[in-house]
């Protein structure tokens, strides 16, 4: 007779293996290749870079974006009403350089979110002649050969848009547990990077370094489709694939690199809320279906493994093979992920241990009826007429 454990254990392995199958069937994309050469034709880029007292973390961004060649004709810095002097900080670059440009975008819309008012005035502001739009964010550190590089990539693939994703940088010891749990929930809902989104479902986005046909933004009205959304980098990627268009998620880590939060705190406060696990088109039935994957392939086999142990539980039943062999699955996967961090510490090897507590967290800011973000309410999806 099958035991209750056992029928769990049954729908752990049917998702494990959906799970597993996903990434298997993902493997082998490509990352995105460091060039510093730019091929005829590829035409021209206008860089939009949304802040918000950002004056500590702005300047290498802009550095790496004042190295960047000609093909990269304008950068525009969209402020949403800074009181830390990273306008006087912009100010002194376009002094330096006249392809930057300071948009004081402020006072934000009360029904829009700071960063996608930001993106769609930096749009408003570009230059019409643009052929690609870069969005990229304040902490981003760009190298000089970003912009070839995307450019490279995007004729290569036949790309209308693409996430090309930084290295990361950790804060320390505690933030190399916590992030890479976080971190791991991406890839056990879509897979690996390298992939063209064939579908919106499995939209990957990544709103760090980000870079779009500008006359594809305009035409669909992308970045008002996220007005309302705390994940507006996989809204709006979700929006252009919908409207027909050739999206893509790619390691960048030869491109830019990136310190997202200042330490283990920070990112467990901060991260889950814009974490893709539900957007303003997410589906009821899709929203059941990540925290199922998340909960049962990801983050209780290897508790389950252990507490068997402690009990005795027989290491011959069903229920116990099935959890080990998942959570051996998940210690894989943390080899995987590995590449995507540039000074990984001792303790990022520990992240399993952490991925239970993070999807409590991630589940908890899923619905939470309010987020806040440098002091500001966000806006609810689905307020806008």
């Known amino acids: 007779m099958i035991s209750t454990f056992d029928v769990f254990a049954i729908v752990q392995g049917l998702l494990g293996a959906r799970t597993y199958g996903r990434m298997v069937a993902t493997r082998g994309g490509c990352a995105v290749a460091a060039t510093d050469t730019i091929a005829p034709g590829t035409g021209t880029v206008a860089a939009i870079v949304p802040v918000l007292n950002e004056s500590e973390r702005l300047g290498p961004c802009l550095e790496g974006l004042l190295a960047a060649p000609s093909s990269l004709t304008q950068i525009v810095v969209v ?9 006087a900080l912009v100010r002194g670059y376009a002094a330096r350089d006249t392809r930057f440009i300071l948009v004081d975008a402020s006072p934000v819309p009360c029904d829009w979110n700071g960063k996608a008012w930001n993106l769609a005035c930096g749009l408003a502001a570009s230059d019409p002649d643009a052929t690609w739009i870069l969005t990229i964010d304040a902490d981003v550190r760009p190298r000089p050969t970003l912009v070839a590089s995307l450019l490279g990539h995007a004729a290569a693939n036949a790309l209308d848009a693409f996430s090309a994703a930084p290295l990361l940088e950790l804060s320390g010891a505690l933030e190399a547990i916590v992030h890479p749990a976080f971190l791991a929930t991406l890839v056990y809902r879509y897979g690996l990077p390298g992939a063209i989104a064939r579908d919106a479902r499995d939209v990957q986005a990544n709103g760090q370094c980000f870079l779009a046909r500008r006359e594809l933004l305009v035409r669909t009205d992308a970045f008002t489709a996220a007005r309302d959304s705390r994940c507006d980098d996989v809204t709006i990627a979700r929006h252009l694939v919908r409207a027909g268009a050739r999206i893509g998620f790619y390691e960048g880590s030869a491109l830019s690199s990136v310190r997202m939060y200042s330490s283990a705190s920070d990112a467990w406060r901060n991260w889950p809320r814009s974490l893709p ?3 303003a088109s997410t589906t009821s039935a899709a929203l ?8 049962l392939v990801q983050a209780l086999p290897l508790v389950l493994v252990l507490i068997s142990l402690a009990c005795g539980i027989d290491r011959d039943s069903l229920f116990f093979r099935i ?5 051996l699955g998940r210690l894989g996967v943390l080899a995987g992920t590995r590449r995507a961090y540039g000074n990984v510490r001792p303790t990022y090897w520990l992240a399993a241990l952490a991925d239970l507590p993070c999807a409590i967290r991630l589940i908890q ?4 009826r ?5 002091g500001r309410t966000l806006v609810s999806e689905g307020t806008h007429p």
């Open 79 to 87: 402020d949403g009403g800074s009181t830390d002097g990273t306008q």
């Open 288 to 295: 059941v279906d990540d925290l199922a994957t998340i909960l």
């Open 277 to 279: 696990l539900r957007d």
């Open 365 to 368: 800011a899923t619905y939470a």
């Open 323 to 327: 959890n080990l062999g998942l959570a």
């Open 370 to 374: 309010t987020h806040t973000w440098r």
